[in-house]
């Protein structure tokens, strides 16, 4: 059984930073495409960034120069790192694992807030 436990979201400034991480067990992590993506209310959920397990990555335009990807292999974890943060970056953001050998098998992570704020 595979788990994505999150954590780090919370409520930050515009222009802060938040630093978010998902651990991944039950399975093995370079198996793993791994992702972050965001919904806010309203919105469909949308991707945010990925990153393979040979570190490549990938980024929407409305985050690219500000927020990083990065995954421990050692450890099953990926973090994001956010910022210059907007306030359109409010919103639940979701850790994603997607199989890279049977790429229908997908996992969602529970969601952590997110809130940009004055």
């Known amino acids: 059984q595979i788990q994505l436990v999150e954590s780090g979201g919370g409520l930050v400034q515009p222009g802060g930073s938040l630093t978010l991480s998902c651990t991944l067990s039950?399975?093995?992590?370079?198996?793993?495409?791994m992702g972050w993506y965001r919904q806010s209310p309203g919105n469909q959920r949308e991707l945010v960034a990925t990153i393979q397990f040979t570190k490549a990555t990938n980024y929407a335009d409305s985050v690219k120069g500000r927020f990083t990807i990065s995954r421990d292999n050692a450890r099953s974890t990926v973090s994001l790192q956010m910022n210059s943060l907007e306030l359109e970056d409010t919103a639940v953001y979701y850790c994603?694992?997607?199989?890279?050998?049977?790429?229908?098998?997908?996992?969602w992570g529970q969601g952590t807030q997110v809130t940009v704020s004055t």
């Open positions: 039950g399975n093995i992590f370079s198996t793993y495409i």
């Open positions: 994603h694992a997607r199989n890279r050998y049977i790429t229908s098998r997908e996992y």
